[in-house]
Structure formats: structure tokens, C-alpha cells
């Protein structure tokens, strides 16, 4: 069983950035692969970026070039920072760990984007 622990979600002026972290519980954290999820009021959980133990990253069309995933794989920690933010990035930001068996979630942190 692996805890992830998101942080970092606040309230942010349009235009702003902000920095998510989740801190994973385990010791083969490289063999997972992290990543970011959002879901917003009304819609279905999306991707927005993931990236494997060895830095393979795929991002979702809708924040390319804005936002960046990252991992210290000695802190066992995934970031996501966003920059240039947008009213409809407003989301509950998950964090995920996944191999080819097995998955987990974090609880979640609220992004609000207010212009």
C-alpha cells in the first residue's frame, strides 16, 4: 500500500503559478510511475501530466507549455508547477502512482484560479 500526500493547492489570481507536491510512502518509488490528475466541478477526472522513474513525461494538450511535472527521487516526491494560470484550471489536483498491477491516489488539493 503506498500514501500519497498532496500539498501546495491555494487560491491563485489568473496569470499566477503555483507548485503542487505529493510525497509518496515507499521505498521503490522509481518504479512508479507518478502522476497528476484534475477533476472540476462537473466533469470527469482528467489527465494532466505524468512521469516515469527514468523522466519519461507526457502532458495533457490543454496545459503544454504551462505547467511542468518533476520528481526527486530521493525525497520521493513528485512536483507539478503551473504557470500561467487559467480560470479553467480550477480543479481538485490528484496525485497518482501506478505500475502495471497495482494504483493509488492521494486525497486531492484545490486549485482555484480567480480573475
Known amino acids: 500500500q503506498v500514501q500519497l500526500e498532496e500539498s501546495g493547492g491555494a487560491l491563485v489570481q489568473t496569470g499566477g503559478s503555483l507548485r503542487l507536491s505529493c510525497v509518496a510512502s515507499?521505498?521503490?518509488?522509481?518504479?512508479?510511475?507518478m502522476g497528476w490528475y484534475r477533476q472540476a466541478p462537473g466533469k470527469e477526472r482528467e489527465l494532466v501530466a505524468t512521469?516515469?522513474?527514468?523522466?519519461?513525461?507526457t502532458y495533457a494538450d490543454s496545459i503544454k507549455g504551462r505547467f511542468s511535472i518533476s520528481r526527486d527521487n530521493s525525497k520521493n516526491t513528485v512536483y507539478l508547477q503551473m504557470d500561467s494560470l487559467k480560470s479553467e484550471d480550477t480543479a481538485v489536483y490528484y496525485c497518482?502512482?501506478?505500475?502495471?498491477?497495482?494504483?493509488?491516489w492521494g486525497q486531492g488539493t484545490q486549485v482555484t484560479v480567480s480573475s
Open positions: 512521469m516515469t522513474g527514468t523522466g519519461a513525461t
Open positions: 497518482n502512482a501506478r505500475t502495471l498491477s497495482s494504483t493509488y
Open positions: 515507499t521505498t521503490f518509488f522509481t518504479y512508479y510511475k
